[in-house]
């Protein structure tokens, strides 16, 4: 059953990072803190914001980055198709797969089919009874007519067409998005999937439940680690308050993916970042010093400090020679900060 009540700092944050990869800026805390949930999750996710992120995720998902990245002006519309509903989850990943990027990404038969059966589909092309269907596939991709999926085929927009056109599309799909919302594989889910299935305009209102449910609200106590791509658009939404463009989110994030652990890297940028000119931080006046600390920790942690916090970090910035960013940098820079 849906839940009810209001939005809290906590399930703000964790909605803004599920849907728009990003933390909250101070104009959505005093808007939407207090706000009725079922209000914000249709506000959030009826976003242009939010189906732009929806399609990045899809593209990271088929690892269509950097050269493979599709391109044109049909592509690069998707997010705003999508939000006035001229598209819908299914025709999205069509145009993506049937883009040249994807093409080139999955060169020869062999490989194009393979992450079609098993990508979109959840087959695993090792399994015997697949082996069949993998051939067929690979028919299909040279020009050849053939049975696909039960349906005829003879290139690879047929292919692509078929294998979206199939119930097990659609059960891929919200397991993938029940697994990184609700933190589990989607069980017992034939109903949603028979839906979703018939009329893939449903495919968002069902993500909309979710968010509602109780499940959702249990697991937004336990916090998760960011992506990179969550923190980066995080660190410069609170630290510069502006999303990064894609050129910096591109070199960052691929900065990153190169070490095994990019936390000394995250911290390292962190500082960098709130060392520039352009980092903006919250205000702060004389005598108000646990006022500021205890609105960094909201704005930062999605929290309150508790007494030993409030007290030290209270005392560290009334310290001779103690400054406002010196509290942000130790905040932005910890390990709960790499989570939401």
């Not at 914000?40 to 899809?58: D, H, I, P, T, Y």
């Not at 069949?132 to 003879?154: H, M, R, S």
């Not at 067409?161 to 998005?177: G, N, P, V, W």
């Not at 979710?210 to 923190?231: A, G, H, I, M, V």
């Amino acid at each position: 059953m849906p839940a009810r009540g209001e939005v809290t700092p906590r399930l703000l944050l964790r909605l803004c990072y599920d849907l728009l990869q990003r933390g909250p800026t101070d104009a959505e805390r005093r808007s939407y803190l207090g706000l009725d949930v079922a209000i914000l999750v249709k506000r959030l996710l009826g976003s242009r914001e939010a189906k732009s992120e929806w399609f990045e995720e899809q593209l990271y998902y088929f690892l269509l980055l950097d050269r493979f990245r599709p391109g044109g002006e049909s592509v690069d519309r998707i997010p705003t198709r999508l939000q006035k509903g001229d598209l819908d989850a299914r025709s999205a990943t069509a145009e993506i797969l049937l883009s040249t990027g994807f093409s080139l990404r999955n060169p020869g038969n062999d490989t194009f089919v393979t992450v079609l059966l098993e990508q979109c589909l959840g087959y695993r092309v090792q399994d015997k009874a697949v082996k069949p269907i993998l051939e067929a596939g690979k028919k299909a991709y040279d020009g050849k007519k053939t049975k696909f999926l039960d349906a005829a085929a003879g290139s690879q927009s047929d292919l692509v067409q078929i294998a979206l056109a199939h119930r097990e599309f659609a059960r891929t799909l919200l397991d993938r998005q029940h697994r990184r919302l609700l933190g589990t594989p989607l069980v017992d889910g034939d109903a949603t999937v028979a839906r979703v299935h018939a009329d893939f305009t449903e495919f968002f209102p069902v993500l909309g439940e979710w968010l509602q449910s109780d499940t959702y609200l249990q697991e937004t106590q336990r916090r998760r680690p960011k992506s990179e791509r969550q923190f980066l658009r995080g660190l410069y939404i609170d630290l510069l308050e502006r999303a990064p463009d894609a050129e910096e989110l591109r070199n960052l994030r691929n900065a990153m993916n190169a070490m095994a652990d990019p936390a000394p890297l995250r911290s390292v940028l962190a500082k960098v970042v709130l060392d520039s000119p352009q980092a903006k931080l919250p205000l702060t006046a004389a005598g108000e010093e646990r006022a500021f600390v205890a609105a960094c920790f909201l704005r930062y942690l999605a929290r309150a400090p508790n007494d030993k916090e409030l007290d030290t970090f209270t005392a560290a910035l009334l310290h001779k020679g103690g400054k406002p960013q010196q509290i942000v940098r130790a905040l932005v820079g910890s390990l709960e900060y790499q989570t939401y």
